[in-house]
């Protein structure tokens, strides 16, 4: 361990992790002020399927250029051009609270997260040994489910004592003052910047090549769809699901969504220690699947008769599944690029991975509207999880690399 804490670890781990939550936190703002906001928005609270959908398919496009344009302006600088878009995107909202401006809102939000994950990746990747990797990895991204967290512990209470739109952009001074502080470590960290590095279309075909090319990879990220197909569709409706289907006030739906992402915080560093160590990284995504699936379908039978100990029980378990396995597939993306590609593989893993996100919550939504209720759509959720679990326990072979 003092090997790692030697190296630039030390200063851009915790600059990743406060970057990762404070963008979460606001592409999470959306979803956890829904159902006040839809009334002055003139939607439906289930219309955050089209809003999530945007922003995530803006984060597709913009994590396959990142590579280019991190290899030019740096890791910091393109965090912090993120940070400022997340800023916007949900200021905006607040100060402008109708749809077009919404969905706006959203493009931006999508601007900030498509950069995140392959920031992370490159810049933990290059400074981190390599059996240190998926722990590094996984407490980096605590910062999603730290972001969740946030967004719901602190947007219910600011709702209350105020309105949605005061509580959104008052979160975002801590995105704000995120991004100027960054300004103090950017030439430490961007120490390998090419200013004359080329930045274009190329970029990005490039990209989704290490990806299709390669049959482990590609193996991997279709696990990785149907992973963040369902846990999307989980975060973005668990909060409506909660108030308008089984009658919760928003402070407790808030609490049980935040103990969704909360859990997932200790489970993450969990695993991380647990992949590589005990079990391949590859067979662990398996039998987290497996644990997805069935947390999904105790969500299903929520009931507001449970006793508390009973709902924390099940929000854990969901936490800590169907929330708790990024940091390792990011890992898995790094460790089997091919030499020189970090970027490019994390960066291509992450168009498979938003695309679960941008079909999950449209989907789900549909399901509920037109296909039989929340229940139905519970139950694709826990089917294509237990499928992917499985289909990686099958194939763990393909994980290992030569």
Known sequence: ??????????????????????????????PVV???AAADLGVRPTSIGIYVAVLYIVGMIGGLGAGGVMA?????????????????????????????????????????VGPLNPAGS???????????????????????????????????PLVALYDWRIAVILIAIIPALTLLGLQTIRNDLD?????????????????LRVIVSNRPLI???AAGYFFTFAQLAILSYAVIYLVESKGLEIAMAGGIFAIIHGSAIPARIFWGLVAGRYISTWALLGLIGIMMSGSILA?????????????????????????????????????LAPVGKVGEATGGGQFFLFFGIVSGPPVFGAMVEFGGGYGNAFYLLSAVTLAAGIFLLATTRRGRRD
């Open 299 to 335: 969500m299903s039978l929520f009931s507001p008769a449970w006793p508390f100990w009973l709902s924390a029980l099940v929000a854990v378990l969901l936490g800590a599944s169907i929330n708790g396995v990024l940091g390792l597939l990011l890992s898995e993306f790094a460790r």
């Open 122 to 156: 490159r810049i933990l990747a290059r400074h981190a040994p390599a059996q240190w990797q998926p722990l590094v990895f996984s407490i980096k991204q605590t910062g999603t489910p730290m972001g969740g967290m946030l967004a719901g512990l602190l947007l219910p």
């Open 191 to 207: 120490d390998d910047r090419d200013p004359a590095h080329p930045v274009g279309l190329g970029g990005i075909a490039d990209t």
């Open 1 to 30: 361990m003092r090997e790692l804490w030697q190296t630039k670890i030390r200063i851009a781990l915790p600059a990743m992790l406060a970057i990762q939550s404070f963008g979460t936190m606001c592409s999470f703002a959306g």
């Open 219 to 221: 193996t991997l990220a």
């Open 72 to 112: 030019r302006f740096g890791v910091i600088r393109t965090s912090q051009a993120a940070l400022l878009a997340a800023v916007l995107g949900v200021v905006l909202a607040g100060i402008f609270p109708i749809w077009p401006v919404a969905m706006a809102g959203a493009v931006l939000l999508g601007i900030a």
């Open 34 to 36: 829904a159902v006040q």
